[in-house]
């Protein structure tokens, strides 16, 4: 049995270890160079908050220790207002809980080293699919010496929300896509160590909300911060409003005033880092012929607002795992329960991601969003485990998606009379104290 793992990025190469342990001959071939070999692409290192579904994935396969050993953990929100005080927002009822900055770079550096070690997997770089036969399995490549002809048993599209892979099955119409853009992109700062120490506290996810557009910041070994603006690409206070020095300069003391002093090279990286893409990708099915198969974003590319899309990758290929288990090694049979399975999941959190950007650029800064969470965390103290927040559930545990999202809609409705009691209570209280007055 041989199976073409495309891409090898970070759910490529987890994939590719799983598969190693069950004695199968793998190749992963990855388009770009060896990314070991060279340095990272200016601007597009987005830190990743790796959670509980990811350190499961990286656990089950003997790796979680290795890659938390350079994890920063954030145990919460620390929400930078225009003016006045920082204000910290735990992300669980006991403020122990966290997720953990890492750099994408190194992580995919790391499972890279973890795939080359496992026995029957090699890894070739600079291949780029150019074709793709469903039935057959017939793969062909363009390298820098030309083309490479293959064949496999089984190949599965590892290899990003551009994935070639998908676009073969769209090319013999296997399968249909959705492509839906926000009219919002990335663009990455960065703020150095002062005196070799931390600028911003390491143990928080700074965040700048200012309604329509945000900045937020994770902390890195090195005691840098890598910071991220996710901002509108049209219209004014957007990327293509800002275009001189003056212009950046004039807009940040007036928006990120505690920035401006923490970064020197603001202006230049704001000139010369490219703007990234922000968008959900949808397809149907994952798979096809019983032999070709997506995971991670080649099937679900999801936006990033809740520290999700590697954790959810890694996920996939738990429960891959899982279903080839469960069906004998049978690979069209557990492609087909594995999208059964996920499907459902990959749309909740896609779902779930984009209402959490609403709240990240907005809603964190105001009052009532601090009361409404204040007695979230006083109900989860006082039904531990029957209410536990989304976020919780998304961050801290392997619940399915889908089911997070219906027992969540279940505690709004929960909380929501919590809130109107409150609320009541604090009308009479007040009108008791008017009368006595």
């Known amino acids: 049995m041989t199976v073409a793992v495309v891409g090898a990025g970070l759910t490529g190469c987890l994939l590719a270890c799983y598969l190693a342990r069950r004695g199968l001959d793998v190749t992963v071939y990855e388009r770009r160079p060896d990314p070991r070999a060279g340095t990272p692409e200016r601007g597009r290192s987005i830190n990743l908050a790796i959670s509980e579904r990811g350190r499961d994935a990286l656990r089950r396969i003997g790796l979680e220790d290795q890659v938390m050993a350079d994890a920063l953990p954030m145990r919460g929100r620390m929400i930078?207002?225009?003016?006045?005080?920082?204000?910290?927002?735990?992300?669980?009822?006991?403020?122990?809980?966290?997720?953990?900055?890492?750099?994408?770079?190194?992580?995919?550096?790391?499972?890279?080293?973890?795939?080359?070690?496992?026995?029957?997997?090699?890894?070739?770089?600079?291949?780029?699919?150019?074709?793709?036969?469903?039935?057959?399995?017939?793969?062909?490549?363009?390298?820098?010496?030309?083309?490479?002809?293959?064949?496999?048993?089984?190949?599965?599209?590892?290899?990003?929300?551009?994935?070639?892979?998908?676009?073969?099955?769209?090319a013999h119409r296997d399968i249909e896509e959705s492509l839906d853009f926000l009219d919002y992109g990335y663009k990455e700062l960065t703020i150095p160590a002062v005196d070799g120490e931390f600028a911003l506290d390491p143990g928080a996810l700074h965040i700048w909300p200012r309604g329509t557009s945000m900045m937020i910041a994770l902390p890195n070994p090195d005691r840098s911060f890598t910071c991220t603006m996710f901002w509108p690409t049209g219209g004014t206070a957007s990327f293509a409003s800002l275009s001189s020095p003056a212009a950046i300069e004039r807009h940040f003391r007036d928006h990120y005033p505690d920035v401006v002093p923490l970064a020197p090279t603001l202006v230049d990286d704001y000139l010369h880092n490219p703007v990234g893409l922000l968008g959900t990708v949808r397809c149907a099915p994952w798979q096809s012929d019983g032999r070709v198969g997506l995971i991670g974003d080649a099937a679900h590319a999801i936006v990033p607002f809740y520290g999700q899309g590697a954790n959810c990758g890694f996920e996939d290929v738990v429960v891959l795992d899982q279903c080839l288990d469960e069906t004998g090694g049978s690979w069209s049979s557990a492609l087909s329960l594995y999208e059964r399975r996920r499907k459902e999941n990959a749309d909740a959190i896609a779902e779930m991601a984009l209402e959490n950007f609403t709240e990240m650029r907005d809603k964190v800064a105001s009052p009532v969003f601090r009361l409404v969470k204040g007695i979230e965390h006083r109900l989860e103290r006082a039904l531990p485990g029957r209410y536990v927040s989304r976020y919780e559930l998304v961050s801290f545990s392997t619940v399915p998606y889908a089911q997070v999202r219906r027992r969540v809609r279940t505690q709004q409705r929960l909380l929501a009379g919590a809130a109107a009691v409150l609320a009541g209570a604090l009308v009479a209280g007040v009108a008791g104290l008017r009368r006595r007055s």
């Open 80 to 170: 930078h207002p225009v003016s006045g005080p920082l204000d910290f927002q735990p992300y669980s009822h006991d403020g122990e809980m966290a997720i953990n900055s890492i750099s994408r770079g190194a992580l995919n550096n790391t499972l890279l080293d973890a795939a080359e070690a496992a026995p029957g997997v090699k890894v070739f770089f600079g291949h780029r699919l150019t074709g793709l036969d469903p039935a057959t399995g017939a793969l062909t490549f363009q390298t820098p010496d030309g083309p490479v002809e293959t064949v496999a048993d089984v190949v599965l599209g590892a290899d990003g929300a551009g994935s070639a892979v998908r676009g073969q099955l769209l």
